[in-house]
């Protein structure tokens, strides 16, 4: 099974070359070429929401879940980073998208509690914000999911104390 879904995971991802970023060496006369791990990537990113560039945020967020989509990792840390730079920017609609395609992502390798955890915020997000018939679809499967064996009694309890 692990190996479909991350076949299907992989041929979902887009392709894109290396993510490499140019620097400059203290002292040195020439930029050289940084191939940049998804990890630093986050941590470029996050520091970058931090100083206010929300541009540079989302770029970094971006490159690091393109990244880890194509070596068929869960991109949850990215994934929520981007949408939270969406929220940031009122665009909700695109973070509610950002998130549920982690949730596809987490469905396709077979993770039903991070899956679950994904949905509901998914689904707190289109609420808050006007949109209770597009988040209809995404709580039907959050029902479905509070019966799955595999999402933990946590999970379930908390599913259930947010949409009662």
Do not use: C, W
């Not at 930029?31 to 986050?42: H, K, N, S, W």
């Not at 509690?113 to 679809?137: F, I, M, Q």
Request: charged content about 25%.
């Amino acid at each position: 099974m692990y190996t479909i879904a991350l076949a299907a995971l992989l041929a979902a991802a887009p392709t894109a070359l290396p993510d490499v970023r140019m620097a400059t060496m203290p002292g040195a006369t020439r930029t050289v070429a940084v191939d940049e791990t998804a990890e630093q990537l986050i941590e470029s990113a996050r520091s970058a929401q931090a100083r206010g560039d929300l541009e540079g945020a989302y770029r970094d967020f971006a490159r690091a879940l393109r990244r880890k989509r194509a070596d068929g990792v869960l991109a949850i840390d990215a994934s929520y980073g981007v949408a939270h730079v969406l929220v940031m920017q009122s665009r909700f609609r695109d973070a509610a998208d950002a998130l549920e395609q982690l949730a596809a992502d987490a469905n396709l390798l077979g993770d039903a509690n991070t899956e679950a955890h994904v949905l509901l915020d998914v689904v707190s997000l289109k609420v808050s914000h006007h949109r209770k018939a597009a988040a209809r679809p995404d709580a039907l499967r959050l029902k479905e999911l509070i019966t799955d064996v595999r999402v933990s009694s946590d999970t379930r309890r908390l599913i259930k104390a947010r949409l009662s």
